[in-house]
């Protein structure tokens, strides 16, 4: 599937809206490691793994290349490796 062209700047717009969605990602670890917190017996090994996860999104976030037009289609276009599953 490819991405609808959006215009002169559409790749700065497309690396924009890559970084949005990891951040959105990245806030569902967040509220996911307060709800576990929250628990009369948090699970340590799902905090850290939702810390990991955020962390991991932070570094993509903080590295990624407006260049780098494979990992940002990717992210646009729902890559598994990218979805955070909601339940």
């Known amino acids: 599937m490819s991405l609808p062209n959006l215009g002169i700047n559409s790749e ?3 690396f924009e809206v890559a ?5 959105q990602s990245k806030q ?4 996911e490691i307060g ?3 929250e628990k009369p017996v948090p699970s340590l ?3 850290q793994y939702c810390e990991s996860r955020k962390s991991i999104i932070d570094d993509l976030q903080d590295t990624l290349d407006p260049n780098d037009r494979d990992t940002i289609l990717k992210i646009l276009e729902d890559s598994p ?3 955070v599953p909601r339940g």
């Open 12 to 14: 700065s717009i497309q």
């Open 19 to 23: 970084l949005e969605k990891l951040g």
């Open 28 to 31: 569902l670890f967040i509220q």
């Open 35 to 37: 709800k576990e917190k």
């Open 45 to 47: 090994a799902y905090i």
């Open 81 to 83: 490796a990218f979805v």
